[in-house]
């Protein structure tokens, strides 16, 4: 499923049992602090964890275009869950699905994302012996929601534990049964907040940093070396703290890009210290000069073939920051504040929501690398051909298997720029076509001088009677300005005119992001076949084709 546009309308739907005050106006207000251009709309649904003999459609009111269900399992009778009144945990288990059943059958067309806001763990903490009461009921939510997600592929179901912190009232909880104070609302608008967040937020593609009082206290330039601030002093470790996220979040391998106004000489020397953590071979691309620095950003990102989509940008300066916002609209600021504390909890908050499935690892990090390091070289070439023939560049063509099926489908949800379908497929989807007979997917993975860049490219063909379709083609945009592209395109006709179809039929979807490739087949001989609502028809006569 796709990032939403931040633009969108969104409609959060709040299930629970219990009257919670202002917790609409604070879930509200706290949405739009964080994301000022959504149109937010707010449901409270009460439900009946025992007879849910509502129709929870009549209440859903999805009048945006992203719309988010919770539900809040504060259940009824939080004592039964405790165990203060005997409950089997089967009938706790039944009661729960019942309800989830008849909501969700009623809107898993509706509802983009459906949240299960889960306070097993946490009671847990308060009821000591009830583990293992709170566990069967935890994992037979876990079962549930794995069969939900394998089964709705236009829906993303999962659960969020929510901290022990949202019971803050013991005499109520034990007396009766009201778990909740004046804090709870508050408590429950940053769960979903966090959520909803990670919803809207895009994907992280880089981390872009500033220098002076960013990741070192003073400026190098007029302090000296000597005088920055790096561990030693209680200013000088929050500074060593940030250096320590950043460079995981490098060895997580999400590339860091260093923009700073300074001589570079200077902010080279610097890293020579060694009271420094960070190391100039954690960054991709380092940028030290004195020009407007969202120019020198875009620069660097040209040179690793990175558009602004997913850019993140940590500087101490407010001025920077707000310049680098307006001449670049999509990039996202990690700190609002300029104070190194502030800095050091935005940066542990962003790098807490990095997971393995939203960034890759250090061999992509080690190919942005070499990206950088092959543009610098480029320039001492006569020409384009002469650049890419000392690169030599090695492909190697394979069948997706269970070794590169996660890759290929990491690459087919997020790619972007160089994808000609943006067709996205759930696992499941996946795991179907690769077993039908007619289908085929093939991966590419790319090495040169530099390193091994990995798979970076996926073909997929599903052949007709006389003919085959090209239902997937796209590369990472790491890859482009390479005429990767071409060589993929002559492996889809070769394997097509060798398997005896007699004409090979490709589509480009019309979306922005993917201008790129639109002209990607006319380019390439192929004639305009049929238009289709956003698609274009693009076929290859391939009777008198030669296959290589």
Same mark, same amino acid.
């Given at each position: 499923m796709e990032v939403p546009n931040l633009s969108d309308n969104l409609t959060i739907d709040l299930y629970h049992g219990f009257n919670i005050d202002n917790v609409s106006e604070r879930i509200k207000t706290d949405v739009l602090s964080v994301f000022p251009n959504l149109n937010v709309c707010i449901n409270e649904i009460a439900y009946d964890i025992y007879l849910p003999n509502r129709d929870p459609k009549e209440h859903s009111n999805k009048q945006g275009n992203v719309c988010i269900c919770f539900f809040l399992f504060l259940i009824d009778d939080l004592q039964r869950l405790t165990n203060s009144i005997s409950l089997p945990v089967d009938i706790s288990i039944n009661m729960i699905y019942k309800l989830l059943n008849s909501s969700l059958t009623n809107l898993g067309k509706s509802y983009d994302f459906v949240c299960i806001l889960n306070p097993f763990s946490s009671l847990k903490d308060i009821s000591k012996n009830t583990d293992s009461h709170f566990d069967k009921i935890e994992s037979a939510l876990k079962l549930y929601i794995n069969k939900i997600c394998v089964n709705r592929r236009n829906m993303r179901v999962f659960s969020h534990s929510l901290s022990s912190s949202i019971y803050i009232n013991p005499k109520l909880f034990f007396y009766a049964a009201l778990p909740f104070g004046t804090e709870t609302p508050c408590i429950i608008s940053n769960h979903i907040i966090e959520i909803v967040k990670k919803i809207f937020m895009p994907i992280p593609k880089a981390l872009v940093i500033d220098l002076d009082n960013t990741v070192w206290g003073g400026v190098v330039g007029e302090d000296g070396i000597e005088s920055l601030q790096i561990g030693q002093t209680p200013v000088g470790n929050i500074f060593i703290q940030i250096q320590a996220s950043i460079k995981r979040i490098s060895d997580y391998g999400l590339p860091i890009i260093v923009v700073s106004k300074n001589n570079l000489e200077e902010a080279i020397a610097a890293f020579n210290d060694t009271r420094m953590l960070l190391e100039l071979s954690d960054f991709v691309s380092f940028n030290a000069s004195w020009n407007p620095k969202y120019q020198s950003l875009i620069k660097a990102l040209n040179k690793i073939n990175l558009s602004?989509?997913?850019?993140?940008?940590?500087?101490?300066?407010?001025?920077?920051? %707000?310049?680098?916002?307006? %001449?670049?609209?999509s990039i996202n600021i990690i700190n609002k504040q300029s104070d190194c504390i502030s800095i050091l909890k935005d940066l542990l908050t962003f790098e807490s929501n990095l997971t393995g499935a939203e960034i890759a690892n250090s061999l992509r990090n080690n190919s942005y690398k070499a990206i950088h390091d092959a543009e610098i070289n480029r320039s001492s070439y006569a020409n384009k051909d002469d650049f890419l023939s000392s690169l030599n560049m090695s492909f190697d063509f394979s069948p997706c298997d269970k070794h590169t099926m996660n890759r290929c489908l990491d690459l087919i949800n997020k790619t972007n720029q160089f994808n000609l379908t943006t067709e996205r497929?759930?696992?499941?989807?996946?795991?179907?076509?690769?077993?039908? %007979?007619?289908?085929?997917?093939?991966?590419?993975?790319?090495?040169?001088?530099?390193?091994?860049?990995?798979?970076?490219?996926?073909?997929?063909?599903?052949?007709?009677?006389?003919?085959?379709?090209?239902?997937?083609?796209?590369?990472?945009?790491r890859m482009l300005n390479r005429d990767i592209e071409i060589k993929m395109l002559s492996k889809a006709k070769d394997y097509a005119s060798s398997n005896h179809a007699v004409k090979i039929i490709g589509w480009y979807k019309q979306v922005p992001k993917s201008r790129l490739v639109k002209t990607f087949y006319a380019d390439n001989y192929f004639s305009l076949y049929r238009k289709k609502l956003d698609r274009i028809y693009y076929i290859k006569d391939l009777t008198t084709y030669n296959a290589l």
């Open positions: 602004l989509t997913g850019i993140y940008f940590l500087d101490d300066s407010i001025v920077e920051r %707000n310049e680098m916002q307006n %001449n670049c609209s497929l759930s696992i499941r989807q996946f795991k179907h076509r690769l077993s039908k %007979n007619n289908m085929r997917y093939f991966t590419l993975a790319v090495k040169d001088i530099y390193t091994d860049h990995g798979v970076v490219g996926v073909i997929g063909l599903q052949f007709k009677i006389d003919g085959c379709i090209i239902r997937h083609f796209l590369l990472s945009c």
